[in-house]
């Protein structure tokens, strides 16, 4: 009854979901001035010729049936006369036989443009037909239920007079509060004791991981992938476990220095009672943590592979080859920039009002030209300012893009920048074809030098000839993939070498043509710092190597497929795509903790291609916990002061400098020391 899961519990109408989806009249009327004979309902004017004709038919009889001229713009109609055009007659009753041809009858009424709309979208098993209507659709929160997804009968049972929907809708601490401080009578301690006894250690577990900023009704699909591990990790303190091997992958992502010991601590509890707790981390506090280190290196891809240092903290300090160690032990370091970059009060980009979620009605000036960094602790509304209210409202601008930006009152100074790019850690490309080469542009200049070999000019070979995506220059018998999947049916599928072109893509012809004694198959295996020096001689091809290499990623094949790329190594291929462009100074760049996944000298160098970027005249807007990249940034926007309900609010703004002397910051309390040259984690 209590459950969206539930057939008896969920919400009639969205079944559990808590949104709809839903015909938008903006996007079905995008320019009410134009009339309906001119095709002002877009679904209309987009439909095939057999249905314009039909809508045409149509159009007339609405006009008789509701005496209106189809000719007048859209938005000069009387308001009655939209309202009913659109949501149709209230005593319309759809009868069994009703065909899309029986629209404008007299008998059941007239069904209305949206409702029409709705049902085809609901009703058809045609997938073209969903894609298409699907393009004239938002997602809303449902009116029934209000976004609870639980049906009216569920909604209204109260405990200590809190309905279930207002107890999920609290955050973690405040639920701790709540089940802490229930009053309940006799009988129903008796009923509840065991129930609330269980309900507050589950949330102690959460709070212990950092968590307590979390609402529990917060859907999973919206949770970063450090707070789903760190629920998980909760979870499993919440069992009770010994004697069991835990393997976590950078749990302390998305983590506030001020949360960290929490999280260090829980970690320390799983291995004190008798469990083995193995952490793939590159934060500095969690290294030092370890009862044992292991380093790899020393560099990266083919570069590394191997153990460089071993054992306790000291012993990684004193090792002269690790990298890690000489960051750890200040011999190496993130130095704190000698001037910044001064912002200018004239060229601010500012978001006013926003009260996207738990945001106090804020208004935030992001200065053009400078790279700018928002902290905060955990929860504090940083991804709300961000991701849900300025991307958006940057992509519809620039792109037209159909994605509602957050609660705002309005954007000034988006006139003072010509684009939007966001710069994540998702993969290039979705398949092996992808690789860096192409991803940049490059392979198409080096396919372009093969074709004007003599070689090539003599067989009569084209550009596409060396590709491996087109017939022709490819291995056929693996479609130029260079690999054959061979399916295991309930075992994971495994991957082999094509045996014809021994994972080389290409045909034994192809592979004929050689520039420098190289063909094609040897060129995608070139490291980016083998074939910068390879076509050291070709100024079209060095210059975006050079940006490849500047960023770090020498190490890299040419045609490594793009899903072997860490998150770290797509996010630097893809500012250095960026950097091999013409740049237009008037870019604002948006990256949500870029350093997830980065070691502190990897970290070094995505610093300096971003201040690359900011050089050229650009903006760097930067979500980031990192002390490193905050240190650095010319501008600090600091919101807090707490995550939740008790964040939301702006704290401090200015240099650096500034916001470290701000006494309601935790951010300055971990920053001030590091801005001070002394040792902080």
Same mark, same amino acid.
């Given at each position: 009854?209590?459950?969206?899961?539930?057939?008896?519990?969920?919400?009639?109408?969205?079944?559990?979901?808590?949104?709809?989806?839903?015909?938008?009249?903006?996007?079905?009327?995008?320019?009410?001035?134009? $009339?309906?004979?001119?095709?002002?309902?877009?679904?209309?004017?987009?439909?095939?010729?057999?249905?314009?004709?039909?809508?045409?038919?149509?159009?007339?009889?609405?006009?008789?049936?509701?005496?209106?001229?189809?000719?007048?713009?859209?938005?000069?109609?009387?308001?009655?006369?939209?309202?009913?055009?659109?949501?149709?007659?209230?005593?319309?009753?759809?009868?069994?036989?009703?065909?899309?041809?029986?629209?404008?009858?007299?008998?059941?009424?007239?069904?209305?443009?949206?409702?029409?709309?709705?049902?085809?979208?609901?009703?058809?098993?045609?997938?073209?037909?969903?894609?298409?209507?699907?393009?004239?659709?938002?997602?809303?929160?449902?009116?029934?239920?209000?976004?609870?997804?639980?049906?009216?009968?569920?909604?209204?049972?109260?405990?200590?007079?809190?309905?279930?929907?207002?107890?999920?809708?609290?955050?973690?601490?405040?639920?701790?509060?709540?089940?802490?401080?229930?009053?309940?009578?006799?009988?129903?301690?008796?009923?509840?004791?065991?129930?609330?006894?269980?309900?507050?250690?589950?949330?102690?577990?959460?709070?212990?991981?950092?968590?307590?900023?979390?609402?529990?009704?917060?859907?999973?699909?919206?949770?970063?992938?450090?707070?789903?591990?760190?629920?998980?990790?909760?979870?499993?303190?919440?069992?009770?476990?010994?004697?069991?091997?835990?393997?976590?992958?950078?749990?302390?992502?998305?983590?506030?220095?001020?949360?960290?010991?929490?999280?260090?601590?829980?970690?320390?509890?799983?291995?004190?009672?008798?469990?083995?707790?193995?952490?793939?981390?590159?934060?500095?506090?969690?290294?030092?943590?370890?009862?044992?280190?292991?380093?790899?290196?020393?560099?990266?891809?083919?570069?590394?592979?191997?153990?460089?240092?071993?054992?306790?903290?000291?012993?990684?300090?004193?090792?002269?080859?690790?990298?890690?160690?000489?960051?750890?032990?200040?011999?190496? $370091?993130?130095?704190?920039?000698?001037?910044?970059?001064?912002?200018?009060?004239?060229?601010?980009?500012?978001?006013?009002?926003?009260?996207?979620?738990?945001?106090?009605?804020?208004?935030?000036?992001?200065?053009?030209?400078?790279?700018?960094?928002?902290?905060?602790?955990?929860?504090?509304?940083?991804?709300?300012?961000?991701?849900?209210?300025?991307?958006?409202?940057?992509?519809?601008?620039?792109?037209?893009?159909?994605?509602?930006?957050?609660?705002?009152?309005?954007?000034?100074?988006?006139?003072?920048?010509?684009?939007?790019?966001?710069?994540?850690?998702?993969?290039?490309?979705?398949?092996?074809?992808?690789?860096?080469?192409?991803?940049?542009?490059?392979?198409?200049?080096?396919?372009?030098?093969?074709?004007?070999?003599?070689?090539?000019?003599?067989?009569?070979?084209?550009?596409?000839?060396?590709?491996?995506?087109?017939?022709?220059?490819?291995?056929?018998?693996?479609?130029?993939?260079?690999?054959?999947?061979?399916?295991?049916?309930?075992?994971?599928?495994?991957?082999?070498?094509?045996?014809?072109?021994?994972?080389?893509?290409?045909?034994?012809?192809?592979?004929?043509?050689?520039?420098?004694?190289?063909?094609?198959?040897?060129?995608?295996?070139?490291?980016?710092?083998?074939?910068?020096?390879?076509?050291?001689?070709?100024?079209?091809?060095?210059?975006?190597?050079?940006?490849?290499?500047?960023?770090?990623?020498?190490?890299?094949?040419?045609?490594?497929?793009?899903?072997?790329?860490?998150?770290?190594?797509?996010?630097?291929?893809?500012?250095?795509?960026?950097?091999?462009?013409?740049?237009?100074?008037?870019?604002?760049?948006?990256?949500?903790?870029?350093?997830?996944?980065?070691?502190?000298?990897?970290?070094?160098?995505?610093?300096?291609?971003?201040?690359?970027?900011?050089? $050229?005249?650009?903006?760097?807007?930067?979500?980031?916990?990192?002390?490193?990249?905050?240190?650095?940034?010319?501008?600090?926007?600091?919101?807090?002061?707490?995550?939740?309900?008790?964040?939301?609010?702006?704290?401090?703004?200015?240099?650096?400098?500034?916001?470290?002397?701000?006494?309601?910051?935790?951010?300055?309390?971990?920053?001030?020391?590091?801005?001070?040259?002394?040792?902080?984690?």
């Amino acid at each position: 009854m209590f459950s969206f899961n539930s057939p008896y519990g969920a919400c009639p109408k969205c079944h559990g979901i808590g949104t709809v989806i839903e015909m938008d009249i903006n996007l079905v009327i995008p320019d009410q001035s134009v $009339s309906l004979r001119d095709w002002a309902v877009m679904p209309w004017r987009k439909a095939g010729r057999h249905f314009r004709r039909y809508y045409s038919r149509l159009i007339g009889k609405l006009g008789r049936k509701f005496n209106f001229d189809p000719n007048t713009p859209f938005c000069e109609l009387p308001e009655e006369t939209r309202k009913v055009l659109l949501h149709g007659e209230q005593h319309h009753k759809r009868s069994g036989t009703e065909d899309w041809q029986e629209q404008a009858g007299d008998n059941e009424g007239y069904e209305g443009i949206i409702p029409q709309l709705e049902r085809v979208f609901r009703e058809t098993s045609s997938e073209l037909m969903k894609r298409w209507l699907s393009e004239f659709t938002t997602v809303s929160i449902c009116d029934r239920c209000e976004g609870t997804r639980l049906r009216l009968e569920s909604r209204m049972v109260t405990v200590a007079g809190k309905r279930i929907q207002d107890v999920t809708g609290m955050s973690i601490k405040e639920a701790k509060h709540f089940f802490s401080t229930i009053a309940l009578t006799e009988k129903e301690q008796v009923i509840a004791v065991e129930i609330i006894k269980e309900i507050r250690s589950r949330l102690d577990f959460l709070s212990d991981v950092g968590l307590d900023y979390l609402t529990l009704d917060r859907q999973s699909s919206t949770l970063s992938g450090g707070e789903a591990q760190r629920i998980r990790l909760a979870t499993q303190i919440g069992a009770g476990l010994v004697g069991v091997l835990y393997v976590l992958d950078e749990p302390s992502i998305g983590l506030h220095q001020r949360d960290n010991h929490r999280l260090i601590e829980t970690l320390c509890r799983l291995r004190d009672i008798g469990n083995t707790v193995i952490v793939v981390e590159h934060d500095e506090a969690l290294i030092r943590c370890a009862d044992h280190i292991i380093d790899l290196g020393p560099g990266a891809g083919r570069h590394g592979g191997y153990v460089v240092a071993e054992g306790p903290l000291d012993d990684i300090l004193a090792a002269e080859d690790s990298l890690t160690g000489m960051f750890l032990s200040g011999k190496k $370091s993130i130095e704190v920039p000698r001037q910044r970059k001064q912002p200018d009060k004239k060229m601010m980009l500012s978001i006013k009002g926003a009260r996207q979620n738990n945001l106090k009605n804020i208004t935030v000036d992001i200065p053009i030209g400078l790279f700018t960094c928002i902290t905060g602790v955990s929860g504090s509304g940083k991804s709300s300012l961000i991701d849900d209210i300025l991307r958006p409202a940057l992509f519809q601008h620039f792109y037209k893009s159909r994605e509602k930006a957050g609660l705002h009152k309005a954007i000034t100074g988006i006139d003072l920048i010509d684009k939007a790019i966001v710069i994540d850690q998702s993969p290039i490309g979705r398949t092996p074809r992808s690789n860096p080469a192409t991803y940049i542009g490059l392979f198409s200049i080096i396919r372009s030098l093969f074709e004007k070999t003599p070689e090539a000019k003599m067989r009569g070979y084209k550009m596409g000839r060396f590709s491996f995506n087109v017939k022709g220059g490819r291995c056929e018998a693996c479609k130029g993939d260079g690999i054959i999947k061979i399916e295991m049916h309930f075992l994971p599928d495994v991957y082999v070498d094509c045996e014809v072109c021994k994972g080389r893509r290409y045909n034994r012809e192809t592979l004929e043509v050689k520039y420098r004694n190289r063909n094609i198959a040897d060129v995608l295996e070139f490291t980016v710092a083998e074939a910068l020096d390879f076509f050291a001689n070709i100024p079209a091809i060095k210059n975006k190597l050079q940006t490849i290499y500047d960023v770090g990623l020498g190490y890299i094949k040419l045609g490594q497929p793009a899903t072997t790329l860490s998150g770290g190594e797509a996010q630097r291929v893809k500012l250095a795509e960026q950097l091999s462009k013409k740049a237009t100074g008037k870019t604002i760049y948006l990256l949500d903790e870029p350093t997830t996944g980065l070691h502190f000298d990897d970290i070094h160098k995505l610093l300096s291609v971003l201040m690359k970027l900011r050089e $050229s005249g650009n903006t760097i807007v930067v979500i980031e916990h990192n002390l490193d990249v905050i240190k650095t940034a010319d501008y600090l926007i600091d919101l807090g002061p707490e995550g939740g309900d008790n964040g939301g609010s702006l704290v401090a703004c200015g240099a650096p400098e500034v916001v470290a002397a701000c006494d309601r910051s935790y951010t300055a309390q971990y920053l001030k020391p590091m801005l001070e040259n002394k040792v902080s984690v």
